[in-house]
């Protein structure tokens, strides 16, 4: 029988020989050991068996189940696991689509964002839940991120980091911000229940203020924003109307290694 060396037999079946190494090593291959020498062989079954573990790994079987189809299974048993990885195949595509949504999302935010740094707008915002978690730069009591079973984080990032300012604050009062994690609400119900029964502050949909701007170091504490605020604002109105909240967008860094933070803020108007 016309029989191959390691070397042969990779060349022949384009297969690396590390591959046929370790195929062989757990299981899903044999070869033969000529006498007097150390030297394995491989005959034509041997590279059929190859092709076929390369069909099955193709798929993405597990080495479990490669070994259960090369060795074990009748049509029926193929049948029920070629069904059953279709089955995990299309999980996985549902799974894909909703991280490419994701990503396709914040995309747009991003560009959006680029087209409208420093102008303000009058906007019909939806409704927006809020986990406020320190006051000022002070972690708060009971300022864990999950509330009622609802973890915000986990939303990301359809959540977002999100800086308070009181309106009080705005209009002259004390010093009265903190930072927490907030989220639109999507359009459909379930998610709107989901999120109005977590206790989150909820602002209704309404008519708000919005302003797309960025800052770099302290400029929540240091007085930055809300002074930037006060003086878009006061183009159009002596008082604010409502509380800010702003969402951060993005962080990105410049070649003098300033971090600039994106923010998307507003201020509702109903």
């Excluded at 986990?154 to 009080?168: F, G, I, M, N, Q």
Aim: include cysteine; hydrophobic fraction near 35%.
């Amino acid at each position: 029988m016309n029989e191959k060396t390691i070397g042969e037999l990779s060349r022949f079946t384009g297969v690396s020989v590390h591959t046929i190494k370790y195929y062989e090593k757990i299981g899903l291959l044999s070869s033969s050991r000529k006498e007097h020498s150390n030297y394995r062989s491989y005959n034509v079954r041997n590279c059929m068996g190859i092709y076929e573990c390369m069909k099955y790994r193709n798929m993405e079987f597990s080495l479990k189940d490669m070994a259960v189809l090369l060795k074990e299974a009748d049509s029926g048993r193929l049948q029920q696991m070629m069904e059953a990885r279709s089955a995990e195949l299309d999980h996985e595509i549902r799974r894909l689509q909703k991280i490419k949504g994701k990503v396709d999302g914040y995309r747009k935010e991003l560009a959006d964002f680029d087209e409208r740094l420093g102008q303000w707008y009058i906007e019909q915002i939806p409704d927006f839940f809020f986990r406020k978690q320190t006051n000022q730069l002070e972690y708060g009591d009971n300022g864990e991120v999950e509330m009622n079973g609802i973890n915000l984080a986990e939303d990301e990032p359809e959540s977002k980091a999100t800086v308070y300012l009181s309106r009080d604050y705005l209009n002259g009062g004390g010093v009265d911000y903190a930072w927490g994690i907030g989220k639109f609400a999507a359009s459909d119900e379930q998610e709107y229940s989901r999120l109005k029964q977590a206790g989150l502050t909820h602002i209704g949909r309404t008519r708000a203020f919005v302003l797309y701007e960025r800052f770099a170091g302290q400029y929540v504490s240091n007085g930055e924003m809300a002074a930037v605020l006060r003086k878009r604002f006061g183009e159009y109105g002596a008082e604010f109307p409502g509380d800010a909240y702003g969402i951060c967008l993005k962080i990105v860094h410049d070649q003098q290694e300033n971090e600039w933070q994106y923010m998307k803020i507003f201020i509702p108007l109903g």
